[in-house]
């Protein structure tokens, strides 16, 4: 009997031992269970540029877990990377605004390079000769024949937008397509207006030659198909001293 309970005495100690021990040894874990892992901030490169990112940082901690059979777990949590522009992209950005901008003011001039409905002020010469010389001296045309299609037209008007039912306008009676497609800046603003007489006889010089002059009938054919036109207008251009 004596030896029985010696032999249980030892055993109890051995594992009072045991348990001291392991406590010990949960006492050293809970010390490095504050042990932190950093990951150095990233960065990277792109076609040869540096790229600006939010540095990204990597946690991990040692975490002591009674429930688990496992007793240790490990816990990490990285940081979201945001990418920056590199200076590729920023130029390419820039230049497609610069583009866009310049797109933008070409429709805007365009826009103004060609009869507009706008209210305009006109200032007409006192002679309307002067301009049909300026024209004659530029396309060839005989200065009387604009004059006399200019008077059949509209009675030598000034610079006007009226219309007939035909909707030809202005002073020389053009259609606005045709108008289009051969009108001169006469007087030199910058502007094809079909109402400004300048421009209108200057760009019937043009088109008259473009229909066919210095043949005066296929040319004034071209302008208006019709005998009686022709034959009025040459029997002014006559008495005008063509």
């Given at each position: 009997m004596p030896l029985?309970?010696?032999?249980?005495?030892?055993?109890?100690?051995?594992?009072?031992?045991?348990?001291i021990l392991s406590k010990s040894i949960l006492a050293l874990v809970l010390t490095a269970a504050s042990f932190i892992v950093t990951v150095s901030p990233i960065t990277t490169k792109a076609d040869n540029d540096p790229v600006v990112v939010e540095t990204a940082k990597t946690t991990s901690a040692l975490v002591l877990d009674t429930t688990s059979p496992k007793v240790l777990t490990m816990k990490s949590s990285v940081s979201v990377i945001?990418?920056?522009?590199?200076?590729?992209?920023?130029?390419?950005?820039?230049?497609?605004?610069?583009?866009?901008?310049?797109?933008?003011?070409?429709?805007?001039?365009?826009?103004?390079?060609?009869?507009?409905?706008?209210?305009?002020?006109y200032t007409d010469p006192t002679n309307f000769?002067?301009?049909y010389q300026r024209a004659s001296a530029v396309y060839g045309v005989d200065p009387m024949l604009l004059k006399a299609i200019h008077?059949?037209?509209?009675?030598?008007?000034?610079?006007?937008?009226?219309?007939?039912?035909?909707?030809?306008?202005?002073?020389?009676?053009?259609?606005?397509?045709?108008f289009r497609a051969y009108g001169v800046d006469g007087n030199g603003d910058g502007i094809?207006?079909?109402?400004?007489?300048?421009?209108?006889?200057?760009?019937?010089?043009?088109?008259?030659?473009?229909?066919?002059?210095?043949?005066?009938?296929k040319a004034l054919w071209g302008y208006n198909p019709s005998t009686?036109?022709?034959?009025?207008?040459?029997?002014?251009?006559q008495s005008f001293g063509m």
């Open positions: 029985i309970r010696e032999t249980k005495r030892r055993f109890r100690r051995a594992e009072w031992n045991k348990y945001t990418p920056g522009e590199s200076k590729n992209q920023a130029e390419i950005k820039a230049q497609r605004a610069a583009a866009a901008k310049a797109n933008a003011l070409a429709i805007s001039t365009t826009s103004r390079d060609t009869v507009t409905r706008e209210r305009r002020v000769d002067e301009i008077t059949v037209e509209t009675g030598a008007s000034g610079s006007t937008t009226r219309s007939n039912p035909s909707g030809a306008t202005g002073p020389m009676q053009f259609l606005p397509s045709t094809k207006d079909i109402g400004n007489v300048e421009d209108a006889i200057f760009s019937a010089a043009r088109y008259l030659v473009a229909c066919g002059y210095p043949d005066v009938k009686r036109y022709y034959t009025k207008v040459m029997g002014l251009a």
